[in-house]
């Protein structure tokens, strides 16, 4: 069985939710997902992410895809 890299996508709703003074939570009854959901994407352990749910967060925040991710050095 192959071993998995680990991704090298880094999630930054920590910082875009900070700017925006909004917690967590009141992203995730925006958004309609759990706040364990969120918080997975948040903390860098997520290994998926739907379009819609990334749409969803982007429309709340006013932000695009750049703003919540970036990409590590190889």
Do not use: Q, W, Y
């Not at 925006?30 to 860098?44: D, M, P, R």
């Not at 997520?46 to 050095?73: M, N, P, Q, W, Y």
């Amino acid at each position: 069985m192959p071993v998995e890299e680990p991704h090298r996508v880094i999630c930054h709703l920590d910082r875009v939710l900070e700017e925006r003074g909004l917690t967590l939570a009141a992203l995730a009854e925006a958004v309609g997902v759990s706040v364990v959901n969120l918080s997975i994407l948040k903390n860098n352990r997520a290994k998926a992410v739907r379009f819609s749910t990334l749409t969803a967060i982007c429309d709340v925040l006013d932000c695009g895809i750049g703003e919540l991710f970036s990409v590590a050095e190889a």
